[in-house]
């Protein structure tokens, strides 16, 4: 893994004015408005911390109970990889990149066709993770069609868990899920302890919006707090139909909502680890009635109240509106991978979406891990000692000299960056190449890669274990 975020300025799109009076926005929203949570356990919860609660579920918070929340709740969460090691801290200006999950639909990278992803898809797509460098965490990345999808989750968790050794994002369909992974993960990592311990899995929890709260979404939120593991409590709020169309009143409304979630799990146990949203802020496009996900008028905003906040994010890059791997998709790809890169999104996923977030691509993917490479380095400090300098060897050599046989090249000419998939020959070199376009060259490579993908071996007891799992849930479902 390369260095994900080298020391260096921080874009900041919102002074801390500006987060300040979004913070107060949304404790008077919590105050004033309040919010609705459709778990009654949670509502208890409230209730005996001093919460208004109308009726069965209307809670509103005061504001010195999220004051409490926010003193207490982990300032940073680090999640391992699946052998305990190559920790990725969630803290200060770095951006690990990873894939998204659960995408309807694939563009098939041998043949371009557009079709709906099957078990073996996601299994090719965690093997090409595994092989790319500049991939540092594994999610989903498909929704397989050839299975029972009440319980698809179960298998993708069995592939992220055999087929790589990258930390998990994962994502369960109802809390009944959760718990079956959890147990997947600590048949892996050697009981509820060692997942705690060293946690390589965080779980999505996408809420339904910000002032409403599905049952399923704080149910899983009170369920992972209670077991001391990383839950990534992302609340929705879409612009001009579920917030505000404005950014501002967007961010504040939703926010809101991100903070029921810290006060909550804080309520459940005190320290458990919450990672808050990176990303949010959106509005749909008007036109059209779609969710873009490349949108410019949202970027770098909710990065920078998380870090206003020092809370651990889950942000958004890599993704794609248009429908398939072209000009546009490597345009928004990049751009919005530099943003969350500068903005020190922490914990970013998306990565090879394309239809904003319907469909994924391998090839896509491959290319982004390219991007974000090139990012990366152009983002990298420069050393500037005495061995970079080289002014001995300017003197030695003089006005007239050529470099190119030096020690001094052959020492140092590695350190240059030589891109994998970018083209850079000569016209007749690429020509005599093969004449590839980009999206040809990243297909050409997802099958190298995918040859000589060799999964990491996996303890047999533990393999039966995660499979006894799946097995049981295939039963219980009826299949």
Not at 194 to 217: D, M
Not at 279 to 303: E, K, M, N, Q
Not at 319 to 330: E, H, L, R, Y
Request: overall charge negative.
């Amino acid at each position: 893994m390369t260095d994900p975020r080298p020391n260096g300025p921080r874009f900041a799109r919102l002074s801390d004015d500006a987060c300040a009076r979004i913070h107060e926005a949304s404790l008077q929203i919590l105050e004033r408005t309040g919010a609705r949570l459709e778990s009654p356990a949670a509502v208890e919860l409230l209730r005996d911390a001093g919460a208004r609660v109308d009726g069965a579920d209307h809670v509103r918070i005061p504001r010195d109970l999220v004051a409490w929340a926010l003193s207490v709740v982990p300032r940073e969460v680090t999640l391992y990889d699946q052998r305990g090691g190559r920790p990725l801290r969630l803290a200060g200006n770095v951006a690990y990149f990873g894939p998204g999950s659960d995408c309807l639909n694939i563009i098939d990278h041998r043949t371009g066709e557009r079709r709906k992803p099957v078990l073996r898809d996601v299994e090719e797509g965690i093997a090409l993770c595994d092989s790319l460098a500049n991939i540092d965490f594994v999610m989903s990345m498909f929704l397989p069609s050839d299975v029972d999808n009440r319980i698809a989750d179960r298998h993708q968790a069995e592939v992220m868990l055999t087929r790589t050794t990258k930390p998990i994002v994962l994502v369960t369909y109802e809390t009944s899920g959760l718990v079956d992974v959890l147990e997947m993960a600590e048949a892996a990592t050697g009981g509820a302890d060692a997942l705690r311990e060293k946690p390589f899995l965080a779980c999505y929890i996408n809420v339904t919006r910000g002032l409403l709260q599905n049952a399923e979404s704080l149910d899983k939120l009170l369920l992972l707090a209670g077991r001391g593991l990383p839950s990534l409590w992302i609340p929705v709020t879409s612009g001009a139909t579920t917030g505000p169309v404005t950014t501002a009143g967007n961010l504040a409304l939703n926010n809101a909502g991100v903070l029921v979630g810290i006060v909550l799990s804080q309520l459940r146990r005190e320290g458990a680890p919450v990672i808050v949203p990176g990303f949010g802020g959106d509005a749909l496009d008007l036109r059209t009635i779609v969710d873009p996900y490349s949108a410019p008028d949202h970027r770098g905003t909710v990065p920078a109240l998380a870090h206003w906040y020092g809370l651990p994010m889950f942000s958004l890059a890599g993704a794609t509106d248009t429908k398939v791997p072209d000009q546009q998709a490597a345009a928004e790809a990049a751009l919005t991978i530099l943003v969350d890169a500068l903005s020190g999104g922490h914990l970013v996923h998306d990565s090879g979406y394309l239809e904003s977030g319907l469909t994924g691509s391998l090839a896509q993917l491959t290319i982004c891990d390219e991007i974000i490479a090139w990012v990366r380095r152009a983002l990298a400090p420069v050393p500037v000692d005495d061995e970079a300098l080289a002014l001995d060897l300017v003197d030695r050599l003089g006005v007239d000299g050529s470099f190119i046989d030096s020690e001094h090249t052959l020492d140092h000419y590695r350190e240059r960056w030589y891109p994998a998939l970018f083209e850079r020959y000569s016209y007749e070199g690429w020509r005599s190449r093969g004449g590839k376009t980009l999206l040809e060259r990243a297909a050409a490579r997802v099958d190298e890669l995918l040859a000589a993908h060799r999964p990491p071996t996996v303890d047999p007891v533990a393999a039966r274990a995660i499979r006894a799992v799946v097995e049981r849930a295939e039963a219980t479902s009826g299949l």
